[in-house]
């Protein structure tokens, strides 16, 4: 059975830092991984899809990266601001079908 | 990238009573789509696959006769909570697949409150 850990579960950096947020699975056969953001109380905001044939994603200030063989996906966010400050989320597919697999999530702050 | 909506965002309904959430596909289309449950702190957890023109798959631990689900056309699926009690109060997101059926895209959830 798939699991998807994310860690760590909160992080506070100052404004301008250069952060990482790490997600793992156990089942290394994934289709694709999906990484969110999460405001309070609001839905899901797809960020970067990245296939299982692909190394890494890029859009704008953040990059995702994808280890299968290692079961890892790490988000990086440059010259981080305090609107990047929400839920981070990491998923997957749940084998061939558009059912999700999600990480408990980081929560992200970052201080003027 | 493709809209979701959902309908209402926000709901407050007394013990014993039904609600009714709406998730729509605003320019595409989606034979399939997702309900997903959020508690307070938590991730989200899958509750069903919400299939046009036929039953829905309910996800284990999940009472298929309480969360009434139907997807009577290619862009909309309903969630009915039936007699809702305190327990049900949650975050209730749907999802559908865009083209591809790669990425998920979500709505922005409904806030269901029972008293």
């Known amino acids: 059975k798939q699991e998807v850990t994310q860690i760590p579960a909160a992080l506070s950096v100052p404004e301008g830092e250069n952060l990482v947020l790490n997600c793992s699975f156990t089942d290394s056969a994934i289709y694709n991984l999906q990484w969110f953001r999460q405001d309070p109380g609001k839905g899901l905001t797809s960020l970067l899809l990245i296939q299982s044939s692909q190394r890494e994603q890029t859009s704008g200030r953040l990059n995702a990266s994808l280890d299968k063989s290692s079961g890892r996906s790490t988000l990086y966010i440059a010259a981080s601001q305090p609107g990047d400050s929400a839920t981070y989320l990491c998923a997957v597919p749940a084998s061939n079908t558009g059912k999700l697999i999600f990480g408990q999530g980081t929560t992200l702050q970052v201080k003027p | 990238g493709a809209v979701v909506s959902q309908h209402p965002s926000r709901v407050i309904c007394k013990s014993g009573t039904s609600v009714k959430i709406e998730c729509r596909s605003l320019?595409?289309?989606?034979?399939?789509m997702f309900w997903y449950r959020q508690f307070p702190k938590q991730s989200l957890m899958l509750m069903a696959t919400?299939?046009?023109?036929?039953?829905?798959?309910?996800e284990q631990g999940v009472e298929k006769d309480k969360f009434l689900i139907n997807h009577a056309s290619l862009t909309l699926s309903t969630l009915t909570v039936t007699s809702a009690h305190p327990e049900d109060s949650s975050f209730y997101i749907c999802?559908?697949?865009?083209?591809?059926?790669?990425?998920?895209?979500f709505g922005p959830g409904t806030r269901l409150t029972v008293t």
């Open positions: 919400s299939n046009e023109g036929s039953k829905a798959t309910y």
């Open positions: 320019d595409f289309q989606a034979t399939t």
């Open positions: 999802s559908a697949p865009g083209q591809g059926g790669y990425e998920q895209y």
